[in-house]
C-alpha cells in the first residue's frame, strides 16, 4: 500500500477516513479553539509551585553546532532564539547536554563544565530575552537543561569515530556497530564516578538559572542503555531495582548538591528489536533466534511489541523520587527510528518507513495516554507529533483536553517553523509552507559531519555551504 502525503488530506473528513482505511486510532478535535480558553493555552502548576503557562513544549533539538571545547557557537543561539519566539512555555532541556567530553555524541555537541557554563547561561538569556519580546512575559516560561551521557553512540572527537561506553554486550547492536564481544564494559566504579559528574553539573545548571534538569534515559544513550542491562551483572544490572540504581544515584545526588532544582526524565518507554533495510528499501526487523528479543525496555519478549509493565514501575519510581516532570517518547534513532520519529523520507543511513508514519505516531500517543492513566499525578509531555503537520493542532488539543497527555511536545517542526505554537494559540492560519514534511534532512546533514537545520525550508541553512554539500551526498546517495 502506498502512503499518503498528510499534505494530500485536505479535510478532518478525508484525514479521518484515511485512518480508518490504514487502520490507525489516533483522535482528533476537528476545531481548534483559539484564545485563553482553549485546551492548548490553559496554564499548567506544578507541584513544586511555577505554572507554565500553555501546553506547548519544544524538545530538545542538537545542532551538532558547537566549539570543540563544548561551547555555543551563534549557529546554536540562533537555534535557541527561535525556541523562544515559538510561543511554547515549557523548553526541555533546549538540548543534550554532555556532563562529561567522553560522552559526547558528536565532538561539536554542548558540554556543561565550569569553563563552559556561563556560555550556557548566556544561551538561556538569550532565550528568555527573545520570549519576552515576542509574548510579553517570561514568568510563566519554564526552561531546563537535558543531561546526558551517550554511551554506546558516543564520537567525542574530530575524526567522528565511534568510542562507545557500553554497560554490557549486546548480540545485535554490538555487530552493527563493530564494538568487538571482548571489548571493555563500564565497570561499576566507574558507573559511580559518572553519577558524580551528573550531580557536579546539574549544580552547575542550576547556577546558569536553568529551573530543572533532565537526566536523559531515552534513545539508546547511557540512561536508557541502564532500563535494558538485563544481562549485566552486579549493583547496575539484572533486576529493574538495579537497573534504576542509577537513577536512583544520580537523583539522590543532585538533590544534595543542587537543592531547590528540579528534575525531569525523558524516557523511551518502549522500544523494539533493531530494524534493517529489507530488500524492497522498507525496513525490517532482524532476525531473532528461538528466545526472542530481552532487551527493549517496554517490550513485550518478541522485539515487536509493547508491555508497559516495567515503564509503568518506572513511573511509580519518578513519583516515589518526586519527579513530577515525565517527556514521553520511544526507541532509538540509531537502530529502530521509525518508532522514535516517523517520516515518510528516510535519514540516508536508514531505511523507508515500514508502516505508515501515521501508526508511529498513533502508539507513541496511545502509550502516553496509557501512562497518563497509570499516574495522573504526574506531568507527561507527549512526542512524535511533527508528522501530523497541519494536523498537529487537532491532535495535540484532543490529547490534551482529553488527558492523554499534559504538554505536546515538538521536535523537527521548530527548525523550519518554530512560531507554530503562537500561531496556533492566536488562531492564526498555519504557514503551510514552513510546515517540516520530514524530509530528514536535519538527521542526514549531522550523519555526514555537516551542522544540523531545515535545509528544505529554512533559506538560513540552504543558502550555507552545507546546503550545497549536503546537495551532493543525497545525490550521490540516489545514485
Known amino acids: 500500500m502506498r502512503y499518503r502525503r498528510i499534505a494530500s488530506l485536505k479535510t478532518a473528513e478525508a484525514f479521518l477516513e484515511y485512518l480508518t482505511q490504514i487502520g490507525v486510532d489516533l483522535p482528533l478535535d476537528e476545531e481548534v479553539a483559539t484564545g485563553p480558553d482553549g485546551p492548548l493555552a490553559q496554564p499548567y502548576r506544578l507541584k513544586a509551585g511555577a505554572t507554565v503557562g500553555n501546553r506547548f ?85 519554564l526552561v531546563g537543561l537535558q543531561l546526558t551521557h551517550s554511551g554506546r553512540f558516543a564520537r567525542p572527537h574530530e575524526e567522528g569515530r565511534l568510542q562507545p561506553e557500553i554497560l554490557y554486550h549486546h548480540p545485535i547492536l554490538d555487530e552493527k556497530f563493530g564494538i568487538p564481544p571482548d571489548g571493555p564494559v563500564m565497570s561499576d566504579d566507574e558507573i559511580a564516578r559518572l553519577v558524580e559528574a551528573f550531580w557536579h553539573a546539574a549544580r552547575l545548571a542550576q547556577r546558569a538559572g536553568f529551573a530543572f534538569v533532565d537526566v536523559k534515559h531515552c534513545h539508546g544513550y547511557l540512561g536508557h542503555e541502564f532500563l535494558s542491562a538485563v544481562d549485566r551483572p552486579g549493583r547496575y544490572g539484572g533486576s529493574f531495582e538495579n537497573r534504576t540504581r542509577f537513577l536512583r544515584e544520580v537523583v539522590a545526588g543532585i538533590r544534595a548538591e543542587a537543592p531547590g532544582l528540579g528534575i525531569g526524565v525523558r524516557v523511551s518507554a518502549f522500544d523494539l528489536a533493531p530494524f534493517r533495510p529489507g530488500p524492497d528499501g522498507r525496513g525490517e526487523p532482524v532476525p531473532l533466534d528461538a528466545n526472542g528479543y530481552r532487551y527493549a525496555f517496554g517490550g513485550d519478549g518478541t522485539g515487536l511489541g509493547v508491555d508497559l509493565t516495567e515503564p509503568c514501575a518506572f513511573l511509580d519510581l519518578l513519583a516515589s523520587l518526586d519527579i513530577e516532570l515525565v517527556c514521553i517518547t520511544a526507541g532509538s534513532p540509531y537502530y529502530v527510528p521509525h518508532i522514535q520519529r516517523p517520516a515518510l523520507f528516510p535519514p540516508s543511513d536508514g531505511y523507508g518507513p515500514p508502516e505508515d508514519p501515521l501508526a508511529g505516531v498513533a502508539r507513541q500517543i496511545a502509550v502516553t495516554a496509557s501512562l497518563k492513566q497509570h499516574r495522573p499525578d504526574l506531568c507527561l509531555v507527549g512526542s512524535a507529533y511533527s508528522y501530523l503537520q497541519e494536523w498537529l493542532p487537532n491532535v495535540a488539543q484532543c490529547a490534551v483536553r482529553t488527558g492523554r497527555a499534559d504538554f505536546v511536545g515538538l521536535g523537527r517542526m521548530v527548525l523550519s517553523y518554530p512560531e507554530m505554537p503562537a500561531d496556533v494559540l492566536a488562531g492564526r492560519p498555519l504557514q503551510r509552507k514552513r510546515i517540516c514534511r520530514t524530509f530528514s534532512d536535519c538527521t542526514t546533514a549531522p550523519r555526514h559531519g555537516l551542522v544540523s537545520g531545515c535545509y528544505p525550508l529554512d533559506e538560513f541553512y540552504r543558502q550555507r555551504p552545507e546546503g550545497a554539500q549536503l546537495a551532493e551526498i543525497k545525490k550521490a546517495a540516489a545514485g
Do not use: Y
Not at 547536554?97 to 554542548?110: E, F, I
Open 57 to 141: 513544549c519544544i524538545l530538545p533539538m542538537e545542532g551538532w553546532d558547537g566549539t570543540h571545547d563544548g561551547r555555543p557557537t551563534e549557529l546554536t543561539a540562533r537555534r535557541w532564539r527561535r525556541f523562544g519566539q515559538s510561543g511554547a512555555k515549557l523548553i526541555w532541556g533546549g538540548e543534550a547536554v554532555a556532563v562529561r567530553p567522553d560522552g559526547r555524541a558528536n565532538p561539536n555537541q554542548l558540554l556543561i563544565n565550569a569553563e563552559t557554563a556561563g556560555d550556557l547561561a548566556g544561551l538561556r538569556e538569550t532565550l528568555v530575552a527573545e520570549h519576552e519580546a515576542h509574548s510579553g512575559r517570561s514568568d510563566d516560561l
